[in-house]
Protein backbone atom coordinates (compact mmCIF):
# COMPACT_ATOMS: atom_id res chain seq x y z
CA UNK A 1 0.00 0.00 0.00
CA UNK A 2 1.03 3.19 -0.86
CA UNK A 3 -0.08 6.77 0.78
CA UNK A 4 0.51 10.45 -0.85
CA UNK A 5 -1.02 14.24 0.32
CA UNK A 6 -2.24 16.20 -2.48
CA UNK A 7 -3.42 19.75 -0.80
CA UNK A 8 -3.36 18.47 2.54
CA UNK A 9 -5.68 15.09 1.64
CA UNK A 10 -3.98 11.93 2.55
CA UNK A 11 -4.90 9.27 -0.59
CA UNK A 12 -4.21 5.88 -0.18
CA UNK A 13 -3.58 3.07 -3.36
CA UNK A 14 -4.24 -0.42 -2.26
CA UNK A 15 -3.94 -2.72 -5.01
CA UNK A 16 -6.80 -5.65 -5.00
CA UNK A 17 -7.71 -9.17 -7.15
CA UNK A 18 -8.69 -7.83 -10.58
CA UNK A 19 -12.72 -9.14 -9.09
CA UNK A 20 -12.96 -7.72 -6.03
CA UNK A 21 -15.98 -5.58 -5.15
CA UNK A 22 -13.52 -2.68 -4.46
CA UNK A 23 -12.80 -2.56 -8.76
CA UNK A 24 -17.04 -1.37 -9.18
CA UNK A 25 -17.58 1.47 -10.10
CA UNK A 26 -20.75 4.35 -9.69
CA UNK A 27 -21.89 2.76 -12.95
CA UNK A 28 -21.82 -0.97 -11.27
CA UNK A 29 -19.17 -2.11 -13.68
CA UNK A 30 -15.58 -3.67 -13.32
CA UNK A 31 -12.76 -1.51 -13.61
CA UNK A 32 -8.92 -1.23 -13.86
CA UNK A 33 -9.07 1.30 -11.11
CA UNK A 34 -11.76 3.01 -8.84
CA UNK A 35 -11.15 6.11 -7.18
CA UNK A 36 -13.42 6.19 -3.84
CA UNK A 37 -13.68 9.79 -3.17
CA UNK A 38 -15.35 9.14 0.71
CA UNK A 39 -12.10 7.05 1.88
CA UNK A 40 -9.68 8.76 -0.21
CA UNK A 41 -8.49 6.16 -1.47
CA UNK A 42 -7.07 4.39 -5.41
CA UNK A 43 -7.68 0.69 -5.97
CA UNK A 44 -5.77 -0.69 -8.29
CA UNK A 45 -6.24 -4.46 -9.86
CA UNK A 46 -3.37 -6.27 -8.61
CA UNK A 47 -2.41 -7.61 -12.26
CA UNK A 48 -1.82 -4.69 -14.04
CA UNK A 49 1.49 -4.01 -15.38
CA UNK A 50 4.04 -1.34 -17.22
CA UNK A 51 2.46 1.09 -19.56
CA UNK A 52 -1.29 0.19 -18.77
CA UNK A 53 -0.57 0.74 -15.11
CA UNK A 54 0.88 3.67 -15.48
CA UNK A 55 -2.31 4.93 -17.40
CA UNK A 56 -4.68 3.86 -14.91
CA UNK A 57 -2.90 5.36 -12.52
CA UNK A 58 -2.32 8.60 -13.69
CA UNK A 59 -6.47 8.34 -14.53
CA UNK A 60 -6.99 7.43 -10.88
CA UNK A 61 -4.44 10.37 -9.83
CA UNK A 62 -6.52 12.81 -12.08
CA UNK A 63 -9.61 11.95 -9.97
CA UNK A 64 -7.86 12.26 -6.79
CA UNK A 65 -6.83 16.15 -7.52
CA UNK A 66 -9.99 16.91 -8.77
CA UNK A 67 -11.68 15.95 -5.46
CA UNK A 68 -7.99 17.06 -3.28
CA UNK A 69 -8.72 20.76 -4.72
CA UNK A 70 -12.20 20.75 -5.48
CA UNK A 71 -12.14 21.17 -8.96
CA UNK A 72 -15.22 18.85 -9.39
CA UNK A 73 -17.80 21.40 -8.84
CA UNK A 74 -15.85 23.71 -11.46
CA UNK A 75 -16.63 20.51 -14.07
CA UNK A 76 -20.12 19.83 -12.67
CA UNK A 77 -20.60 23.72 -13.68
CA UNK A 78 -19.54 23.50 -17.33
CA UNK A 79 -21.86 20.69 -18.56
CA UNK A 80 -25.56 19.44 -17.83
CA UNK A 81 -25.77 17.42 -14.92
CA UNK A 82 -26.46 14.27 -16.96
CA UNK A 83 -23.18 14.77 -18.04
CA UNK A 84 -21.47 15.33 -14.95
CA UNK A 85 -19.51 11.89 -14.90
CA UNK A 86 -18.80 11.79 -18.38
CA UNK A 87 -17.00 15.15 -17.96
CA UNK A 88 -15.02 14.25 -15.14
CA UNK A 89 -14.04 10.71 -17.07
CA UNK A 90 -13.02 12.75 -20.02
CA UNK A 91 -10.86 14.92 -17.99
CA UNK A 92 -9.33 11.46 -15.93
CA UNK A 93 -8.75 10.09 -19.55
CA UNK A 94 -7.40 13.26 -21.39
CA UNK A 95 -4.78 13.24 -18.44
CA UNK A 96 -4.08 9.61 -18.20
CA UNK A 97 -3.53 10.10 -22.37
CA UNK A 98 -1.49 13.25 -22.56
CA UNK A 99 -0.23 13.96 -19.66
CA UNK A 100 3.24 12.45 -20.10
CA UNK A 101 3.56 13.57 -23.74
CA UNK A 102 2.94 17.55 -22.22
CA UNK A 103 5.75 17.16 -19.55
CA UNK A 104 8.11 15.47 -21.37
CA UNK A 105 7.27 17.68 -24.23
CA UNK A 106 8.19 20.40 -21.44
CA UNK A 107 10.98 18.91 -20.33
CA UNK A 108 12.23 18.47 -23.74
CA UNK A 109 12.11 22.10 -24.64
CA UNK A 110 13.10 23.47 -21.00
CA UNK A 111 16.00 20.81 -20.07
CA UNK A 112 16.37 20.41 -16.38
CA UNK A 113 14.26 23.47 -16.02
CA UNK A 114 10.87 21.71 -17.14
CA UNK A 115 9.82 21.46 -13.83
CA UNK A 116 9.03 24.81 -12.51
CA UNK A 117 6.74 24.57 -15.28
CA UNK A 118 5.15 21.71 -12.97
CA UNK A 119 2.26 22.55 -10.21
CA UNK A 120 4.60 23.57 -7.10
CA UNK A 121 2.28 20.15 -5.24
CA UNK A 122 3.85 17.65 -7.28
CA UNK A 123 7.37 19.03 -7.37
CA UNK A 124 7.54 18.28 -3.88
CA UNK A 125 6.04 14.97 -4.26
CA UNK A 126 8.76 13.76 -6.32
CA UNK A 127 11.51 15.65 -3.91
CA UNK A 128 10.13 13.60 -1.58
CA UNK A 129 11.18 10.08 -3.49
Not at 8 to 19: A, N, S
Not at 27 to 47: D, E, M, S, W
Request: proline share 3%; charged share 20%.
Amino acid sequence: MSHFVLNGHLWRVIFVEPYSQALIDKTRQYRLGVTNPKTNTIFLAANLKGTLLARVLLHELSHCVMVSYGLVDDIHGMVVPERWMEAEEWVCNFMANYATLIFNTAYNILGDNAWMAVPYELEKMIARR
